[in-house]
T-cell receptor
Framework: GAGVSQSPSNKVTEKGKDVELRCDPI?????LYWYRQRLGQGLEFLIY????????KSGLPSDRFSAERTGESVSTLTIQRTQQEDSAVYLC?????????????FGPGTRLLVL | KQEVTQIPAALSVPEGENLVLNCSFT??????LQWFRQDPGKGLTSLLL?????REQTSGRLNASLDKSSGRSTLYIAASQPGDSATYLC??????????FGTGTRLKVLA
């Protein structure tokens, strides 16, 4: 079946612009995660959605970052007034069952470059 | 605060060698630990998932061990091949519903 997909695959934007990144999880996966990976660094947790529960937003670096998820399907990560330090690969992952018990499946990521 | 460290940061070996990648974590109260592979320009692929109650998991030429009390995990790769060249990441899940990732080991297997 289809894996996790993300769009766009690459995004170049100017400082100060807003960007919206999209993640389509595997069908039936109730858990969805967003991560950020800066060049040469590890993955940094941003936000976690589990079913209809309130999301865990504790990893969002500033109030310029927000994310939404419609039910157990598509999620969008929005970055407002982008800064150069936002340049990174944004990765989405989904999993089924209890968080922490199941394997995470990752999308290919969106490479964001803020000029 | 959970911190995950991977050593070495980079490793280059000739084809056919057996090798060990190390992962250490500061808080032993984890639910599970996962090893991932990341190829350049691509997302992560899960290799092995070890639950906190398990000591090891095996998949083909890969074997991962977990010692919770000492805060360590190792990924053993037998008979390495050039196709194994990638960055290997470990991640621990220690509650609050998020994984904490190490910075990875960049492996290059020379033909």
């Amino acid at each position: 079946g289809a894996g996790v997909s993300q769009s766009p695959s690459n995004k170049v934007t100017e400082k100060g612009k807003d960007v919206e990144l999209r993640c389509d999880p595997i069908s039936g996966h109730t858990a969805l995660y967003w991560y950020r990976q800066r060049l040469g660094q590890g993955l940094e947790f941003l936000i976690y959605f589990q079913g209809n529960s309130a999301p865990d937003k504790s990893g969002l670096p500033s109030d310029r970052f927000s994310a939404e998820r419609t039910g157990e399907s598509v999620s969008t990560l929005t970055i407002q007034r982008t800064q150069q330090e936002d340049s990174a690969v944004y990765l989405c992952a989904s999993s089924t069952g209890l968080a922490g018990k199941e394997t995470q499946y990752f999308g290919p990521g969106t490479r964001l470059l803020v000029l | 605060k959970q911190e995950v460290t991977q050593i070495p940061a980079a490793l280059s070996v000739p084809e056919g060698e057996n090798l060990v990648l190390n992962c250490s974590f500061t808080d032993s109260a984890i639910y599970n630990l996962q090893w991932f592979r990341q190829d350049p320009g691509k997302g992560l692929t899960s290799l092995l998932l070890i639950q906190s109650s398990q000591r090891e998991q095996t998949s083909g030429r890969l074997n991962a061990s977990l010692d919770k009390s000492s805060g360590r995990s190792t990924l053993y790769i037998a008979a390495s091949q050039p196709g194994d060249s990638a960055t290997y990441l470990c991640a621990v899940f220690s509650g609050t519903y998020k994984y904490i990732f190490g910075t990875g080991t960049r492996l290059k297997v020379l033909a």
